[in-house]
C-alpha cells in the first residue's frame, strides 16, 4: 500500500531502481549487445533525454533479430498510480512485436483494478497500430485533469476519457494506453534502426530480400540502392523479388537493378524472362522495356515468347504494342506470334492476326 500522501515515483526513486524483471531483460547472450539509446519522456516532452539500455537479441547466424527495454512509467497524472513496468520489444526494423511485465505486477486501471487478460489483448493491438490517433493527439484529448470533466461524459470522477477517444484506448486505462504507445512508437525507433544499420552484411541483406515481409525487402533494396550490388547473391535475390513480391517490391528491385547492373545485355535477359511470371512485376517490366529503345533482338523474340506465360489481357496488349514497334518484320517473332492464330482464346487470336496483318 502507498502511505499517506506518498507518490509511487518517490518511493522507486528511494529504492535501488531495479528489480529482478528489470535484471532479467538485460541478460543477454554471447552475441547479443547491450547499448543505450536516449528518450524524453513523452509526459515531459521538454526535458532533457536520458539513457536507456537496450539490448540486442542476435539470432544463431549473427542476424538482429530482436530488441528489448524495461520501462518503468507513471500512467496517472497525480502520481498516486502504481508505476508500469513492462519489457517492450521491437523487431529488427524498430517496429513493435509486443511487451510483458512481472508476474504480480499486472497493469492496472482507474481504482488500481487489474488489466484482464481481453484488454491485454486490446492494448497489443492498439500498441501494433502505428498510425493510432495516440500519436496525433495530445494526452490531455484522452485524458482530463481532475474536476475538469463535464457530468456524465467521462469514464470517472478523477481521471476521464472524452467520448471521441474511447476507441483508441482501454476503458479506464487512457492515461496507460497513451503514455505507453508514445514511448513504444517515439524516438527509440530510429535509434534502434541505427543499430540494425550499423550491424548489416550481404548475407543479411541477402536473407532480408527473401523474407515474406514486405518491410525487410524493402529495407534491403533501400540500402542496395545506395551501396550496390557488391555481391552476385544480391544480383540474384533482386531478380528474385520480381518473381514474387507484390508491385512496390518489384519497382524497387527494378531501380535497383537497372541503377547498378553493369552488363546490360545480361540484365534485359534476365527480365525479359520474368514477365509473366508474376502479377506484381510483369506491368513494372513492360513499362521499362516500353521505353527503350536499341536492345538486343533477342530480347524481343523472348518477349513473343513471353506471351505464352501471360494472363492479364491488358500486359498482353502492352505486349503487341511493343513487340509491333520493335520487331515487326523479324521472322522469328512472327513465327511465335503465328502459333497463337490457332488459340482457343479468342481475344489472343484476335491480337496475333492484327499482328501479322
Known amino acids: 500500500m502507498l502511505p499517506e500522501g506518498a507518490k509511487w515515483q518517490e518511493v522507486f526513486d528511494a529504492s535501488e ?4 524483471w528489470e535484471a532479467k ?53 497525480d502520481g498516486t498510480c502504481k508505476l508500469l513496468e513492462a519489457t517492450l520489444f521491437w523487431d529488427a526494423l524498430g517496429r513493435f512485436v509486443r511487451f510483458e511485465y512481472p508476474q504480480g505486477a499486472p497493469f492496472t486501471k482507474t481504482e488500481h483494478d487489474p488489466f484482464t487478460d481481453a484488454e491485454y489483448e486490446q492494448l497489443h493491438d492498439f500498441m501494433a497500430d502505428t498510425r493510432s490517433i495516440l500519436g496525433t493527439h495530445p494526452l490531455s484529448f484522452f485524458v482530463v485533469e481532475p474536476g475538469q470533466a463535464s457530468e456524465g461524459d467521462w469514464d470517472s470522477e478523477s481521471s476521464a476519457t472524452p467520448p471521441d477517444a474511447k476507441a483508441a484506448v482501454i476503458e479506464g486505462a487512457a492515461y496507460t494506453t497513451w503514455v505507453l504507445w508514445r514511448w513504444i512508437h517515439g524516438d527509440v525507433v530510429g535509434q ?9 552484411s550481404d548475407d543479411y541483406l541477402v536473407e532480408c530480400l527473401g ?42 528491385a527494378l531501380d535497383v537493378l537497372t541503377t547498378h547492373s553493369e552488363d546490360l545485355a545480361k540484365l534485359h535477359a534476365d527480365l525479359i524472362e520474368r514477365i509473366g511470371l508474376n502479377g506484381g512485376s510483369s506491368r513494372v517490366l513492360l513499362n521499362y522495356f516500353k521505353k527503350l529503345d536499341l536492345v538486343d533482338i533477342a530480347v524481343w523474340r523472348q518477349l513473343a515468347v513471353q506471351l ?7 500486359d498482353i496488349d502492352i505486349t503487341f504494342g511493343i513487340l509491333r514497334q520493335q520487331a515487326l518484320q523479324d521472322p ?26
Open 17 to 20: 531502481g531495479s528489480t529482478e
Open 25 to 77: 531483460t538485460y541478460e543477454i547472450g554471447a552475441d547479443d549487445v547491450s547499448f543505450d539509446v536516449t528518450l524524453i519522456d513523452p509526459i515531459f516532452p521538454d526535458m532533457a533525454g536520458l539513457p536507456y539500455s537496450v539490448v540486442l537479441q542476435k539470432d544463431a547466424r549473427g542476424f538482429p533479430l530482436e530488441y528489448r527495454m524495461f520501462l518503468r512509467t507513471g500512467v496517472c497524472l
Open 192 to 200: 534502434l534502426l541505427a543499430k540494425t544499420n550499423e550491424n548489416l
Open 211 to 252: 523474407s515474406d515481409d514486405s518491410a525487410f525487402v524493402q529495407f534491403a533494396l533501400n540500402h542496395l540502392q545506395t551501396q550496390g550490388l557488391t555481391d552476385k547473391r544480391l544480383y540474384r535475390g533482386s531478380l528474385e523479388v520480381l518473381e514474387e513480391r507484390g508491385q512496390r517490391d518489384c519497382i524497387l
Open 308 to 314: 505464352e506465360r501471360m494472363s492479364e489481357y491488358r
Open 332 to 357: 522469328e517473332v512472327r513465327a511465335q506470334i503465328s502459333r497463337f492464330l490457332e488459340s482457343e482464346d479468342p481475344f489472343m487470336k484476335r491480337r496475333a492476326a492484327n499482328f501479322l496483318q
